[in-house]
């Protein structure tokens, strides 16, 4: 499946969805002015790539900041992989700077929302 790639800009994340190598990525900073429209196309990707082959996946989340609108994407994102980690063997990294302590709370509490393999990890 190729690969979906948005890149970043001020407002919005650099969105990585590599198939081929089952590396997904999102980085940077989040504040689009329609976060649904945004991520669409991000969950349509997602959802048709489920559909193929079992495989290993992982996920980086590398945010330096999120609106309170992405945050309830960001948890979306999870509970889509959370619906499919019992065919994908999902595993979901959260990096962190490590003087930010907001960034890695907010990592802290949406993955103690869902159940699925993760770690936080200091930049």
Do not use: C
Not at 47 to 66: A, D, L, S
């Amino acid at each position: 499946m190729d690969a979906f790639i948005i890149e970043g800009t001020k407002m919005t994340p650099e969105i990585k969805l590599d198939g081929n190598n089952n590396l997904f990525s999102i980085k940077g900073s989040s504040r689009p002015e329609n976060p649904k429209q945004f991520y669409t196309p991000v969950f349509d990707w997602l959802t048709e790539y489920f559909g193929k082959e079992n495989v290993k996946i992982k996920f980086e989340i590398q945010m330096e900041y999120f609106n309170t609108s992405t945050s309830k994407i960001l948890l979306d994102l999870l509970e889509l992989f959370e619906q499919h980690n019992e065919n994908h063997e999902i595993h979901v990294v959260w990096y962190y700077h490590e003087d930010d302590e907001e960034m890695k709370e907010a990592g802290e509490e949406l993955l103690d929302l869902v159940e699925i393999s993760h770690e936080l990890k200091m930049l």
